[in-house]
């Protein structure tokens, strides 16, 4: 979550409303971003593990726009890294604990 926080909602979020000054577009491509970011995992994994990865390009959407909300309201990082961190915590939990 620290880097990739620092990444999307630190320097990349900046970086998209200095050149564009409507929210909604800020946020989209924000969000676009950090879900396709994971994407990656299907150059480096064997392929058993691809679906998963499609799944979290999935859910990582709504926590990016969560991530993005949060960085937009309070204009600093802190309160992303900890969403971020509580969100892959609850989902360590429930594939550890609940087989999910």
Same mark, same amino acid.
């Given at each position: 979550?620290?880097?990739?926080?620092?990444?999307?909602?630190?320097?990349?979020?900046?970086?998209?409303?200095?050149?564009?000054?409507?929210?909604?577009?800020?946020?989209?491509?924000?969000?676009?971003?950090?879900?396709?970011? /994971? #994407?990656?995992?299907? %150059?480096?994994?064997?392929?058993?593990?691809?679906? =998963?990865?499609?799944?979290?390009?999935?859910?990582?959407?709504?926590?990016?726009?969560?991530?993005?909300?949060?960085?937009?309201?309070?204009?600093g990082v802190?309160?992303?890294i900890i969403? /971020? #961190?509580?969100?892959? %915590?609850?989902?360590?939990?429930?594939?550890?604990? =609940?087989?999910?």
């Amino acid at each position: 979550p620290f880097i990739e926080e620092a990444v999307f909602r630190g320097a990349f979020y900046g970086i998209h409303e200095r050149f564009e000054n409507r929210e909604i577009f800020v946020l989209g491509i924000n969000t676009s971003l950090f879900s396709f970011s /994971h #994407f990656s995992g299907t %150059l480096f994994l064997p392929p058993e593990f691809h679906p =998963f990865i499609y799944f979290q390009m999935l859910y990582t959407l709504p926590l990016g726009w969560i991530c993005s909300k949060a960085r937009q309201k309070t204009g600093g990082v802190v309160e992303p890294i900890i969403l /971020h #961190f509580g969100f892959n %915590l609850v989902f360590y939990f429930g594939v550890v604990f =609940f087989g999910i």
